[in-house]
């Protein structure tokens, strides 16, 4: 159960639990906000790291003496990894708290970051991107939980604004790739930023620990549903895997997409990374502001279709005029407009289709998003063993959003069927 279910029950047993919630002993509003902000940027810095790995696999794999094409088993590496980091954060939780967790993914990430630089062994590659999606996922979990529990029933905007800032920093992974493409530079800014955030952290944020523990245990004297049903959940973790997968293959490999075909110039392949990071940060943004205002269920399927819809036309575009750099540019753009929101409309649309808001239902939608981070190894194994070649990324887009596109009808089925039943009762 989360805090916003376990928070309403102890407001309404009146002011004494009103202002245990708040602490004002143990933490003043200013502090509450300092370390807030402190985990939006931790979130960044977990997508700037992601996509900084993603957007540099190409000089990454040249130094060790392969093509992108041929270590794409690094993103299995990176997926399971991150399937395994989004387990480890309830089991070590009692053991060590949040905050030194969080240190210790940043660590991690600091020193990945600076020695895939140097590296020339393939086994250490697949061994930094396994680090890589362990401890950004621990780290970006662990995160989006403080804001949680800082904020209880009131952390809805700063959840928002830890994956908003998960994807500008992308951007801004994709801007410093794109001018420079350097890998010794791209990955020692992208280390000197996660130094920073570390110093920070300890320096300068007050100590929330206390204040966590405290809120915590007064909130688990309740309980969660025994008979929890979370079909909705599998349906939404899946529909987030396909949507977030056709992202995650574009980041990955659609400039070696464009240098294979030779239809823009290599240093202009960098920027179209970077106006589709730009397209999705937009609509991100735009979704959030759009959702505050109470979207009904049947507007936000109808939204996620639609641009579904929009990215599978895109895709098809690409594969009849391949050679055409109008069509790359215009739709790379028009893309990453119409992904960028996917995951916060599955996200909306499950809040509205079920009731459980237990840790257990937010774990089962994680496991979708880090499983999204196999699906550029789909894209490696198919055009490294089969003759689609180039034409191997773009099919395996319309594979997922066609995936996407279909079972997202599922929770709208389910939703019909329950309401069916208690109808009957």
Known sequence: MTIDQEASPLLEKGDENEEFLSHPSLLTRKQKIIASVGCVVRSGICGLTNVAMAANIGQLAENVGKTSVEVGGCFIARAVAAFLGSLLVPCISPYITGSHTAQIGLIAMLAFSLYCM???????????????GLSLNIVDIVSVIHVRKLHGIDAGPWMSACFLAFTLSGVLATIIYAVWNNLYFNMGCVGGIILFVYLEMIVFEPDIEEYIAQLTEEVSKTSS??????????????TLFAALGASANLTSYLETYVCFLDVITTTASGYVLTIYWIGIAISRIAIV?????????????????????ICIVVSVLILIFPYNAVVLWIGMIVFGIAIGPAAGIVFGINNLLTTQKSEMSTSILYVGISCANVAPYMVAAIWEHTTLGTYSLFTCELILLVLSFIIVIAPGLAAKSAKKKLSEV
């Not at 140097?118 to 930094?128: A, D, I, R």
């Not at 549903?225 to 899946?238: F, L």
Request: hydrophobic fraction near 50%; proline fraction near 6%; charged fraction near 10%.
């Open 225 to 238: 549903d025994p008979n929890a049903n979370y079909s909705i959940e599998i349906i939404c973790s899946i």
């Open 118 to 132: 140097v590296n020339t062994s393939e086994y250490m590659l697949y061994f930094m991107f396994f680090v890589s």
């Open 289 to 309: 502001i759009y959702q505050t205002k109470g979207v009904p269920l049947p507007y936000l399927m109808s939204l996620f279709l639609l641009c579904i819809f």
